[in-house]
T-cell receptor
Framework: SQELEQSPQSLIVQEGKNLTINCTSS?????LYWYKQKYGEGLIFLMM?????EEKSHEKITAKLDEKKQQSSLHITASQPSHAGIYLC?????????????FGKGTHLIIQP | NAGVTQTPKFQVLKTGQSMTLQCAQD?????MSWYRQDPGMGLRLIHY???????DQGEVPNGYNVSRSTTEDFPLRLLSAAPSQTSVYFC?????????????FGSGTRLTVV
């Protein structure tokens, strides 16, 4: 079965600073999804990566999938209080959406003013 | 569009009681899945379905039953609740090639078993 390891487990960053969260898979990634979750709430889809070397951006958040397709990174530029929450990476076996997601344990992000 | 609707939002059960967590989607998505979220564990897949009448087990299926008689609904049944099933449960729907929008998640059901 596929396992996803996220690092760091938690992160405290001063407002305005940049940060990176990593997600490493035990197997080749065919579909890698990034979600954000505010405490006590549901999951908000950020972006999905499929191709090795692919990079996507949404506002100040950029995600990349490495060429070997076993690691993804999420980079936030000029962090804001609205970025605080839990960031989760998830993968499905085929990238086709059918067989559910395996998730990492999440990265708790705190933004200090 | 309501998206994925889960009911109830909160539930307290006594050990041994049974209940059904409801999940409905109005996006005509083929695929649906159930997860539980526990502190420090992330989300873990319980069961998933690729279409009406077709279900399969995920990582943590024990103690849970599912069925899918329609495209829209995917209920999760706890036949005899145990304290270990205290968790937050999320339902999600998706479709073939779900790249742009990802899996769509419901807002969750917070279940406490005492």
């Amino acid at each position: 079965s596929q396992e996803l390891e996220q690092s760091p487990q938690s992160l405290i960053v001063q407002e305005g600073k940049n940060l990176t969260i990593n997600c490493t898979s035990s197997k080749t990634l065919y579909g890698l999804y990034w979600y954000k979750q505010k405490y006590g709430e549901g999951l908000i889809f950020l972006m999905m990566l499929q191709k090795g070397g692919e990079e996507k951006s949404h506002e100040k958040i950029t995600a990349k999938l490495d060429e070997k397709k076993q690691q993804s990174s999420l980079h936030i530029t000029a962090s804001q209080p609205s970025h605080a929450g839990i960031y989760l990476c998830g993968a499905d076996g085929t990238g086709g959406g059918a067989d559910g997601l395996t998730f990492g344990k999440g990265t708790h992000l705190i933004i200090q003013p | 569009n309501a998206g994925v609707t889960q009911t109830p939002k909160f539930q307290v059960l006594k050990t041994g009681q049974s209940m059904t967590l409801q999940c409905a989607q109005d996006m005509n998505h083929e695929y649906m899945s159930w997860y539980r979220q526990d502190p420090g564990m992330g989300l873990r897949l319980i069961h998933y379905s690729v279409g009406a009448g077709i279900t399969d087990q995920g990582e943590v299926p024990n103690g849970y039953n599912v069925s899918r008689s329609t495209t829209e609904d995917f209920p999760l049944r706890l036949l005899s609740a145990a304290p270990s099933q205290t968790s937050v449960y999320f339902c999600a729907s998706s479709y073939s090639g779900t790249g742009i929008y990802g899996y769509t998640f419901g807002s969750g059901t917070r279940l406490t078993v005492v």
